[in-house]
């Protein structure tokens, strides 16, 4: 068996919070203690709600952040620690799009440069050569040339996600981290980009470490999935199990929760509706993130973080059910 | 039977642009009765906020105009209505809750001063009465620990408890009609179903009307009685919502419905309209949908469509609808 291209291990990501100007500061522990892995051409889809330290672990990966615990592995080199040129010279392997393309695009260019700016600053090409590339990255993306000397705001939502994702594979990279990447997109136009995903995924073998918080999305494109709670992964496998066969209970209750668009089968199907709120990220509770909402909640679950342990058919949960 | 509390009818919305008044909705008709709910469909730009924003007219006038049309609260017509009449209605009669609930309520103020205020305003009661009352609404929506939280900030809330503290505001004054916009598109899907369940249970107690403004076809299914598709300012389709999911009868209508991740198969690609909804300047001729739409026709691209009434409340716009036969959600 092949390496995988990425491996996280006990990856944990603190903040510094400071709540005044004489206050003492704080730690937020947005991730703690996360590990997964993606495999090359693989898909696996990170979900959690706010607060779950999903898209932390997304700019942990991109090396936006710097983690205080645990390793990063890509293609062989551990890159939890490079700074400077050794990190400049990794990031064509690794590339990202974000969740807003309105914020996400240089207004100021055109899209030809764009395009082609991550060719010039790596110096892959310049010149006609550039815009050779750049003309079919735009056609590989279904766009075309004539797009080129056109700014950011002359194209729709979409548009300029496709844009995004342009720029992204440029390089390309052999993962591309995606951030929330369709979610503010209508859903025709949604499914436009997820196709497109796919398309790529096909043809270059990319693989996508994709962020999001809408589980039908998910479903339709991961092959596999980790639920995030409170910084946590809490289950793990591949996406049909996780699905069918939810292992932990705040699985169970996420899944539960989206609403199905069939009235029928929405209204007469048995929904666990959890009590309270995700508690803060400040002060976390003991033990198992999950236990102050948890239906099946136990004492034990309130001293130690249970470990992860295999599931039948696939992947790992961290819950005491059925172990004590 | 009554007359529907809300009767929209023929309403058409202009706003003024670098291209001249433009009509983003136009010919809009809908009716909401007594403990019933209406979702209001669509994509963004399809006119499902303007609509809603023009019920209470609070469309920023300029640059937008009612340029047509009726709207009937209880037979009494509200075009026309001054602004001092417009404001006894609001937040007493008729209740509005938004997306964003950190916009709508005021940082400055505590939840139950905001809420209290509502109350003095429209009742003309004491203060000490209205806190009673703003206490009981916050109960009704399920705030933990209601007297401790009386006195907190919105910033104190989470997302999902402000937007229960925004809706306990609407609620305030007994409204027979709550306008929801999107009121829980924000929110984690958790929280979605806590929020979706407290409107069901609120409207049993209740039987107010609710108006409830979505692109989530997940949400409607779970919470509304009868959908209005809307796209490119028109409507295009109006079933109850079992018949709506079950047999459509608008190409675009099935179109979201296909679209719908849940229901497209692992592996396969998934179903999307190709294309992009059009600028409301540059409409197309004929069927707004017509370039986009799978099943067109020359004829579709000619002439206007009128929305076909289908009998038992169901109407669409489309000119063939009768030769099509559209999938519905399995």
């Known amino acids: 068996m092949t390496a995988p291209l990425l491996t996280v291990t006990d990856l944990e990501v603190t903040f510094k919070i400071r709540r005044g100007l004489l206050r003492p500061t704080r730690k937020l522990r947005a991730v703690n203690g996360v590990s997964f892995h993606i495999e090359p051409g693989e898909t696996l889809a990170v979900v959690g709600e706010s607060g779950s330290g999903k898209s932390t672990v997304a700019r942990a990966v991109m090396r936006l952040l710097e983690p205080s615990r645990g390793s990063i592995h890509l293609d062989g080199d551990d890159i939890s620690a490079m700074k400077g040129e050794a990190l400049r010279r990794i990031r064509p392997k690794l590339q990202m799009v974000f969740q807003d393309p309105y914020s996400s695009l240089d207004p100021s260019m055109i899209i030809a440069d764009v395009v082609g700016e991550p060719l010039t600053v790596h110096g892959v090409a310049t010149g006609a050569e550039r815009d050779r590339r750049v003309q079919d990255l735009l056609e590989q993306v279904g766009l075309g040339r004539y797009h080129m000397n056109r700014y950011p705001h002359e194209f729709s939502g979409g548009q300029r996600q496709r844009i995004a994702i342009a720029r992204a594979i440029a390089l390309e990279p052999k993962l591309l981290v995606l951030d929330e990447a369709v979610s503010a997109l209508d859903v025709s136009t949604q499914n436009q980009i997820l196709n497109l995903l796919e398309d790529l995924r096909r043809e270059l073998g990319i693989a996508y470490l994709f962020i999001s918080h809408d589980l039908g999305v998910v479903e339709h494109i991961a092959d596999r999935v980790a639920v995030t709670y409170l910084g946590r992964i809490v289950e793990e496998g591949p996406t049909e199990r996780v699905f069918a066969k939810p292992a932990h209970p705040y699985t169970e209750a996420l899944l539960s929760a989206v609403p199905v668009p069939n009235p029928r089968i929405q209204r007469s199907r048995q929904r666990i509706v959890l009590p309270g709120d995700v508690p803060s990220p400040l002060a976390p509770p003991s033990g198992c993130p999950f236990h102050t909402r948890c239906p099946h909640v136990m004492d034990v679950c309130r001293g130690e973080m249970p470990s992860h342990e295999s599931v039948a058919d696939g992947g790992s949960v961290a819950c005491y059910l059925g172990r004590v | ?330």
């Not at chain 2, 002439?303 to 716009?317: A, C, F, N, P, Y």
Request: hydrophobic share 40%; glycine share 10%; aromatic share 4%.
């Open chain 2, 1 to 330: 039977m009554s007359a529907p509390l809300l009767e929209v009818e023929d309403l058409a919305v202009e706003f003024l642009t670098d291209h001249g008044w433009v009509r983003v909705v136009d010919g809009v008709s809908f009716s909401v009765g007594a403990g019933e709910t209406l979702g209001l469909v669509g994509e963004s730009g399809s006119g499902k906020t303007v609509t809603s924003l023009s019920v209470m007219q609070l469309i920023p006038r300029p640059p937008g105009r009612i340029a047509g049309g009726s709207i009937r609260f209880e037979g009494r017509e509200l075009l026309g209505l001054s602004d001092q009449e417009l404001e006894a209605l609001r937040g007493e009669a008729i209740a509005m809750v938004f997306q964003e609930s950190m916009t709508s309520l005021n940082p400055a103020f505590t939840i139950g001063d905001q809420i209290g205020e509502v109350v003095r305003r429209h009742r003309g009661v004491s203060r000490r009465e209205a806190r009673v009352r703003a206490l009981e609404v916050l109960e009704l929506v399920q705030i933990p620990d209601p007297e401790a939280r009386i006195d907190a900030y919105p910033h104190e809330f989470s997302g999902g408890m402000r937007q229960r503290a925004a809706i306990a505001m609407a609620l305030a004054c007994d409204p027979k009609l709550l306008i929801a916009d999107e009121p829980t598109t924000a929110l984690d899907v958790t929280v979605q179903a806590q929020v979706l369940d407290l409107l069901r249970s609120l409207q049993q107690r209740l039987g107010m009307g609710i108006l409830f403004v979505t692109h989530n076809l997940g949400v409607v299914a779970d919470l509304c009685d009868r959908v209005t598709v809307m796209y490119a300012g028109r409507m295009v389709e109006t079933a109850n919502v079992f018949d709506l999911f079950e047999s459509p009868q608008h190409p675009y209508t099935e179109g979201l419905l296909q679209a719908m991740p849940q229901l497209g198969e692992r592996g396969k690609r998934l179903a999307a309209i190709p294309g992009t909804p059009p600028m409301p300047w540059q409409m197309p001729d004929g069927c707004r949908f017509h370039p986009r739409c799978p099943y067109a026709e020359a004829a579709c691209a000619e002439q206007d469509v009128k929305l076909d009434d289908l009998g038992e409340g169901r109407s669409t716009r489309c000119r063939r609808h009768a030769e099509l036969k559209l999938e519905g959600a399995e």
